[in-house]
Protein backbone atom coordinates (compact mmCIF):
# COMPACT_ATOMS: atom_id res chain seq x y z
CA UNK A 1 0.00 0.00 0.00
CA UNK A 2 1.31 3.64 -0.88
CA UNK A 3 1.19 6.60 1.09
CA UNK A 4 -0.99 7.87 -1.12
CA UNK A 5 -3.98 5.90 -3.14
CA UNK A 6 -5.55 7.42 -5.91
CA UNK A 7 -8.59 4.79 -7.29
CA UNK A 8 -10.48 5.80 -10.60
CA UNK A 9 -10.79 9.83 -10.30
CA UNK A 10 -13.01 11.52 -12.52
CA UNK A 11 -13.39 15.60 -12.18
CA UNK A 12 -14.79 17.91 -15.25
CA UNK A 13 -15.47 21.57 -15.24
CA UNK A 14 -18.87 21.35 -17.21
CA UNK A 15 -18.39 20.08 -20.58
CA UNK A 16 -14.05 20.01 -19.98
CA UNK A 17 -13.06 16.79 -18.60
CA UNK A 18 -10.15 17.15 -16.40
CA UNK A 19 -9.60 13.52 -15.00
CA UNK A 20 -10.97 10.82 -16.82
CA UNK A 21 -10.01 7.40 -14.05
CA UNK A 22 -6.71 8.49 -12.51
CA UNK A 23 -4.96 5.62 -10.65
CA UNK A 24 -1.97 6.50 -8.87
CA UNK A 25 0.26 4.76 -6.60
CA UNK A 26 2.57 6.69 -4.52
CA UNK A 27 5.61 4.64 -2.78
CA UNK A 28 6.36 6.08 0.89
CA UNK A 29 9.80 7.58 1.14
CA UNK A 30 10.16 8.38 -2.61
CA UNK A 31 10.46 11.29 -4.98
CA UNK A 32 7.17 10.95 -7.18
CA UNK A 33 7.72 12.92 -9.89
CA UNK A 34 4.30 13.76 -11.27
CA UNK A 35 4.43 15.09 -15.23
CA UNK A 36 2.32 16.59 -17.68
CA UNK A 37 1.34 19.51 -20.19
CA UNK A 38 0.55 22.78 -18.76
CA UNK A 39 -3.62 22.34 -18.07
CA UNK A 40 -3.33 18.74 -18.04
CA UNK A 41 -4.79 18.47 -14.17
CA UNK A 42 -1.63 18.30 -11.90
CA UNK A 43 -3.19 20.90 -9.90
CA UNK A 44 -6.86 19.82 -9.57
CA UNK A 45 -5.35 16.31 -8.77
CA UNK A 46 -3.35 17.73 -5.77
CA UNK A 47 -6.08 20.28 -5.04
CA UNK A 48 -8.45 17.06 -4.87
CA UNK A 49 -5.84 15.13 -2.56
CA UNK A 50 -5.85 18.38 -0.11
CA UNK A 51 -9.60 18.60 -0.38
CA UNK A 52 -9.87 21.78 -1.47
CA UNK A 53 -12.05 20.71 -4.75
CA UNK A 54 -14.79 18.57 -5.08
CA UNK A 55 -13.86 15.29 -7.64
CA UNK A 56 -17.14 14.02 -9.78
CA UNK A 57 -16.10 10.36 -8.50
CA UNK A 58 -13.36 8.40 -7.57
CA UNK A 59 -11.76 7.48 -3.52
CA UNK A 60 -8.27 8.68 -2.54
CA UNK A 61 -6.44 7.26 -0.08
CA UNK A 62 -3.78 9.04 2.08
CA UNK A 63 -1.92 7.35 5.30
CA UNK A 64 -4.78 5.00 5.14
CA UNK A 65 -7.43 7.21 5.76
CA UNK A 66 -10.16 8.48 2.80
CA UNK A 67 -9.94 11.74 1.72
CA UNK A 68 -13.50 13.48 1.78
CA UNK A 69 -14.18 17.45 0.56
CA UNK A 70 -14.49 20.06 3.35
CA UNK A 71 -12.64 17.60 5.53
CA UNK A 72 -9.46 18.29 6.42
CA UNK A 73 -8.64 15.22 8.82
CA UNK A 74 -6.00 13.71 6.49
CA UNK A 75 -4.28 16.95 6.14
CA UNK A 76 -2.65 16.84 9.12
CA UNK A 77 0.08 13.82 7.18
CA UNK A 78 0.32 16.42 4.50
CA UNK A 79 2.78 19.54 4.01
CA UNK A 80 1.66 21.61 0.65
CA UNK A 81 3.77 24.16 -1.32
CA UNK A 82 1.91 25.71 -4.33
CA UNK A 83 3.56 27.03 -7.02
CA UNK A 84 3.39 30.33 -5.83
CA UNK A 85 3.45 30.31 -1.34
CA UNK A 86 1.80 33.50 0.07
CA UNK A 87 3.36 34.85 3.03
CA UNK A 88 2.56 38.31 5.43
CA UNK A 89 5.19 40.39 3.66
CA UNK A 90 6.32 42.46 6.77
CA UNK A 91 6.98 38.95 9.01
CA UNK A 92 10.96 37.80 9.36
CA UNK A 93 11.16 33.93 8.49
CA UNK A 94 11.31 32.90 12.31
CA UNK A 95 8.33 35.19 13.00
CA UNK A 96 6.22 33.69 10.20
CA UNK A 97 7.08 30.13 11.41
CA UNK A 98 6.23 30.87 14.78
CA UNK A 99 2.76 31.78 13.42
CA UNK A 100 2.50 28.93 11.83
CA UNK A 101 3.64 26.77 14.41
CA UNK A 102 1.15 28.16 16.89
CA UNK A 103 -2.17 27.35 14.67
CA UNK A 104 -0.99 23.94 14.17
CA UNK A 105 -0.98 23.64 18.12
CA UNK A 106 2.82 23.11 18.36
CA UNK A 107 4.66 24.15 21.56
CA UNK A 108 6.97 26.84 22.38
CA UNK A 109 9.65 24.34 22.42
CA UNK A 110 9.13 22.66 19.32
CA UNK A 111 8.17 25.54 17.54
CA UNK A 112 11.84 26.85 18.25
CA UNK A 113 13.62 23.69 17.52
CA UNK A 114 11.47 23.13 14.30
CA UNK A 115 12.29 26.62 13.25
CA UNK A 116 16.01 26.60 13.58
CA UNK A 117 16.26 22.86 11.87
CA UNK A 118 14.20 23.60 9.00
CA UNK A 119 15.71 27.60 8.18
CA UNK A 120 19.10 25.76 8.31
CA UNK A 121 17.82 23.05 6.21
CA UNK A 122 17.00 25.90 3.48
CA UNK A 123 19.54 27.86 3.89
CA UNK A 124 17.75 30.92 5.70
CA UNK A 125 19.51 30.49 9.40
CA UNK A 126 19.76 33.77 10.52
CA UNK A 127 18.31 35.77 8.27
CA UNK A 128 16.90 38.71 9.34
CA UNK A 129 15.30 40.20 6.63
CA UNK A 130 11.45 40.98 6.06
CA UNK A 131 9.79 38.43 3.43
CA UNK A 132 8.79 41.19 1.78
CA UNK A 133 12.23 41.52 0.36
CA UNK A 134 12.96 38.04 -0.54
CA UNK A 135 13.44 36.76 -3.64
CA UNK A 136 11.52 34.09 -5.61
CA UNK A 137 13.87 31.39 -4.57
CA UNK A 138 14.01 32.64 -1.14
CA UNK A 139 10.12 32.12 -0.79
CA UNK A 140 9.97 28.99 -2.23
CA UNK A 141 12.87 27.60 0.31
CA UNK A 142 10.76 29.48 3.15
CA UNK A 143 7.77 27.32 1.69
CA UNK A 144 9.19 24.16 1.87
CA UNK A 145 10.45 25.17 5.24
CA UNK A 146 6.67 26.35 6.45
CA UNK A 147 5.31 23.11 4.50
CA UNK A 148 7.66 20.61 6.65
CA UNK A 149 6.85 22.55 10.21
CA UNK A 150 4.25 20.09 11.37
CA UNK A 151 6.73 16.92 10.11
CA UNK A 152 4.09 15.58 7.57
CA UNK A 153 4.32 12.14 5.95
CA UNK A 154 3.40 13.59 2.67
CA UNK A 155 5.04 16.49 1.04
CA UNK A 156 3.16 18.07 -1.97
CA UNK A 157 5.13 20.58 -4.24
CA UNK A 158 3.14 22.08 -7.14
CA UNK A 159 5.50 23.40 -9.81
CA UNK A 160 7.71 24.21 -6.86
CA UNK A 161 11.12 25.32 -9.51
CA UNK A 162 8.76 26.60 -12.86
CA UNK A 163 9.62 30.29 -11.98
CA UNK A 164 13.31 29.97 -11.10
CA UNK A 165 16.36 30.10 -12.19
CA UNK A 166 18.96 27.35 -12.88
CA UNK A 167 20.66 28.39 -9.44
CA UNK A 168 17.48 28.59 -7.45
CA UNK A 169 16.35 25.48 -8.58
CA UNK A 170 19.44 23.24 -7.83
CA UNK A 171 18.66 24.93 -4.34
CA UNK A 172 15.02 23.59 -3.97
CA UNK A 173 16.25 20.36 -5.81
CA UNK A 174 18.48 19.50 -3.35
CA UNK A 175 16.58 20.46 -0.38
CA UNK A 176 13.84 18.04 -1.96
CA UNK A 177 16.69 15.26 -1.91
CA UNK A 178 17.53 15.85 1.46
CA UNK A 179 14.54 15.73 3.51
CA UNK A 180 13.31 12.39 1.04
CA UNK A 181 14.62 10.09 4.18
CA UNK A 182 12.06 12.03 6.46
CA UNK A 183 9.19 12.64 4.05
CA UNK A 184 7.44 10.78 0.86
CA UNK A 185 7.41 13.90 -2.09
CA UNK A 186 5.05 14.88 -4.84
CA UNK A 187 7.04 17.01 -7.31
CA UNK A 188 4.40 18.21 -9.87
CA UNK A 189 6.32 19.68 -12.18
CA UNK A 190 6.49 19.67 -16.68
CA UNK A 191 10.24 20.50 -16.04
CA UNK A 192 11.57 17.29 -16.80
CA UNK A 193 15.61 17.79 -16.70
CA UNK A 194 14.07 18.31 -12.75
CA UNK A 195 12.57 14.97 -12.86
CA UNK A 196 15.23 13.11 -13.89
CA UNK A 197 18.01 14.60 -11.49
CA UNK A 198 16.06 13.80 -8.51
CA UNK A 199 12.95 11.52 -9.15
CA UNK A 200 12.53 7.90 -7.83
CA UNK A 201 9.56 7.22 -9.87
CA UNK A 202 7.85 8.88 -12.84
CA UNK A 203 4.09 9.79 -13.26
CA UNK A 204 2.93 11.25 -16.68
CA UNK A 205 -0.50 12.40 -16.92
CA UNK A 206 -1.62 12.90 -19.94
CA UNK A 207 -5.84 13.61 -20.91
CA UNK A 208 -6.87 12.50 -17.52
CA UNK A 209 -5.19 9.33 -16.71
CA UNK A 210 -1.32 8.04 -16.23
CA UNK A 211 0.36 7.74 -19.88
CA UNK A 212 3.93 6.29 -17.96
CA UNK A 213 4.13 4.91 -14.91
CA UNK A 214 6.90 3.63 -13.36
CA UNK A 215 10.51 4.36 -12.31
CA UNK A 216 12.55 6.50 -15.01
CA UNK A 217 14.63 2.96 -15.58
CA UNK A 218 11.85 0.87 -16.14
CA UNK A 219 10.38 3.31 -18.47
CA UNK A 220 13.15 3.34 -20.47
CA UNK A 221 13.56 -0.16 -20.57
CA UNK A 222 10.06 -0.93 -21.79
CA UNK A 223 10.49 1.74 -24.37
CA UNK A 224 13.77 1.17 -25.40
CA UNK A 225 15.05 1.53 -29.04
CA UNK A 226 16.71 -1.22 -30.25
CA UNK A 227 20.02 0.83 -31.09
CA UNK A 228 23.82 2.31 -30.74
CA UNK A 229 25.48 5.53 -30.92
CA UNK A 230 29.09 5.19 -31.77
CA UNK A 231 31.40 8.27 -31.68
CA UNK A 232 34.46 7.61 -34.43
CA UNK A 233 37.17 10.07 -34.39
CA UNK A 234 37.09 11.08 -38.15
CA UNK A 235 34.76 11.10 -40.33
CA UNK A 236 36.77 8.51 -42.59
CA UNK A 237 36.41 6.27 -39.67
CA UNK A 238 32.57 6.31 -40.20
CA UNK A 239 32.18 5.99 -43.77
CA UNK A 240 34.13 2.91 -42.86
CA UNK A 241 32.03 1.60 -40.80
CA UNK A 242 28.54 2.88 -42.40
CA UNK A 243 29.46 1.85 -45.87
CA UNK A 244 30.35 -1.93 -44.57
CA UNK A 245 28.33 -4.16 -46.87
CA UNK A 246 27.74 -6.42 -43.39
CA UNK A 247 25.25 -3.76 -42.15
CA UNK A 248 23.01 -3.07 -45.61
CA UNK A 249 20.49 -5.06 -44.17
CA UNK A 250 16.60 -4.63 -44.03
CA UNK A 251 16.57 -4.90 -40.41
CA UNK A 252 19.47 -2.34 -39.83
CA UNK A 253 19.15 1.33 -40.16
CA UNK A 254 21.54 3.96 -40.15
CA UNK A 255 21.88 7.68 -39.35
CA UNK A 256 24.58 9.90 -38.44
CA UNK A 257 25.33 13.55 -37.66
CA UNK A 258 28.97 14.53 -37.52
CA UNK A 259 31.14 11.63 -36.69
CA UNK A 260 29.03 9.88 -34.66
CA UNK A 261 27.27 6.73 -36.34
CA UNK A 262 23.31 5.88 -35.10
CA UNK A 263 22.73 2.09 -36.39
CA UNK A 264 18.92 1.20 -34.94
CA UNK A 265 18.77 -3.42 -34.73
CA UNK A 266 16.18 -5.62 -34.43
CA UNK A 267 17.55 -7.37 -30.96
CA UNK A 268 20.06 -5.08 -29.22
CA UNK A 269 21.64 -8.01 -27.12
CA UNK A 270 22.75 -9.59 -30.69
CA UNK A 271 23.18 -6.32 -32.37
CA UNK A 272 25.46 -5.29 -30.03
CA UNK A 273 28.10 -8.18 -30.03
CA UNK A 274 27.56 -7.84 -34.05
CA UNK A 275 28.62 -4.12 -34.24
CA UNK A 276 31.70 -4.96 -31.38
CA UNK A 277 33.34 -7.82 -33.70
CA UNK A 278 32.56 -5.53 -37.16
CA UNK A 279 34.86 -2.94 -35.54
CA UNK A 280 37.49 -5.26 -34.44
CA UNK A 281 37.73 -6.83 -37.77
CA UNK A 282 37.75 -3.53 -39.82
CA UNK A 283 40.46 -2.56 -36.65
CA UNK A 284 38.52 0.78 -35.62
CA UNK A 285 38.72 1.80 -31.74
CA UNK A 286 35.23 4.26 -31.69
CA UNK A 287 35.96 6.97 -28.94
CA UNK A 288 32.59 6.20 -27.61
CA UNK A 289 30.19 3.03 -27.93
CA UNK A 290 26.67 3.17 -26.17
CA UNK A 291 23.43 1.90 -25.87
CA UNK A 292 21.15 4.05 -27.37
CA UNK A 293 18.12 5.32 -24.62
CA UNK A 294 15.31 6.97 -24.53
CA UNK A 295 15.30 10.35 -22.65
CA UNK A 296 12.13 11.43 -20.38
CA UNK A 297 11.64 14.41 -22.96
CA UNK A 298 11.49 11.62 -26.23
CA UNK A 299 9.28 9.56 -24.21
CA UNK A 300 7.19 12.45 -22.70
CA UNK A 301 6.87 13.81 -26.42
CA UNK A 302 5.74 10.33 -27.34
CA UNK A 303 2.89 10.07 -25.29
CA UNK A 304 1.48 13.61 -25.25
CA UNK A 305 1.35 13.87 -29.15
Excluded: W
Excluded at 35 to 63: E, F, P
Excluded at 235 to 245: G, V
Aim: aromatic fraction near 6%.
Amino acid sequence: MGILEIKQLYKSFGSHKVLTGLDMDVPEHSIFGFVGQNGAGKTTTMKIVLGLLKSNSGDIIVCGEKVSYGETKTNHHIGYLPDVPEFYGYMKPMEYLKLCGEITGLSKTQIREKSEELLSLVGLAGEKRRIGGFSRGMKQRLGIAQALLNEPKLLICDEPTSALDPIGRKEILDILLAVKGKTTVIFSTHILSDVERICDRVAVLHKGKLALCGTLAEIKERHRHNGFTIEFANSDERSLLADCEELKHPSINLSHEGNTLTVTVADSKAGGHFLIDLLAKKQISPLKFEVLEPTLENLFAEVVQ
